[in-house]
């Protein structure tokens, strides 16, 4: 399976953006970029995902390479409440295949006042 | 939020035990998963399943086993609980739209502490 290669920790502001980046150069052309984050005590939610395109949605943004060898998740305003784990996981894009996600240790992100 | 319960949510035991932690969704998903999380290390998943009846190995299957006997309840048991397998475990759960499995949907977790 490809692997994903993220910071280990990042810092930020409150109300500052924040961009989350993640390396995958082994990607494959079926691949999927998904996002899940893990508040603590809590297990992990579902946060984006993409093939190719940039996507937006109401939590995040998520901006793809052109040669899809890496992304960055885009928080427009960080909060308090998105301190968290960030995980970036390649998901094989299969037809009716089981969704096996392989999580790496991910991105600690820690939100200051 | 997605209705899946993990019981017990905590849980201590001696080594040698078996144990046999639940998860139960109301969601009628297809898929269900079992991960369990150390630290040092992302989740890792030890077994999952594709209906009812139907699972798979994951990752980290040895010393577990699992059962579906209906949509709702995935069932992991620890045959004889060994101190390496204290660890938090969570179920998932991810349905399937436009012919592709969905994401995925996490339980809260249980902590299972083998002394």
């Known amino acids: 399976d490809a692997k994903t290669t993220q910071p280990n920790s990042m810092e930020s502001n409150e109300e500052e953006p924040v961009h989350l980046p993640c390396n995958h150069s082994t990607i494959s052309g079926t691949d999927y970029i998904h996002w899940y984050r893990q508040l603590p005590s809590q297990g992990p939610e579902y946060v984006i995902h993409g093939l190719t395109s940039n996507v937006n949605n109401r939590m995040a943004s998520l901006a793809i390479a052109e040669d899809r060898k890496s992304s960055t998740l885009i928080l427009h305003r960080a909060t308090l409440r998105d301190a968290a784990v960030y995980y970036c996981?390649?998901?094989?894009?299969?037809?009716?295949?089981?969704?096996?996600?392989?999580f790496g240790t991910g991105t600690q992100l820690k939100v200051e006042l | 939020d997605a209705g899946i319960t993990q019981s017990p949510r905590h849980k201590v035991t001696e080594t040698g035990t078996p144990v046999t932690l639940r998860c139960h969704q109301t969601?009628?998903?297809?898929?269900m998963y079992w991960y369990r999380q150390d630290p040092g290390h992302g989740l890792r998943l030890i077994h999952y399943s594709y209906g009812v009846k139907d699972t798979d190995k994951g990752e980290v299957s040895d010393g577990y086993s699992v059962s579906r006997s209906k949509t709702e309840d995935f069932l992991l048991t620890l045959e004889s609980a060994t101190s390496s397998q204290t660890s938090v475990y969570f179920c998932?759960?991810?349905?399937?739209?436009?012919?592709?499995?969905?994401?995925?949907?996490f339980g809260p977790g249980t902590r299972l502490t083998v002394l």
């Open positions: 998932a759960i991810s349905g399937v739209s436009g012919g592709m499995t969905d994401t995925q949907y």
């Open positions: 996981i390649l998901r094989r894009g299969l037809t009716g295949g089981g969704n096996k996600l392989t």
């Open positions: 969601e009628n998903h297809r898929y």
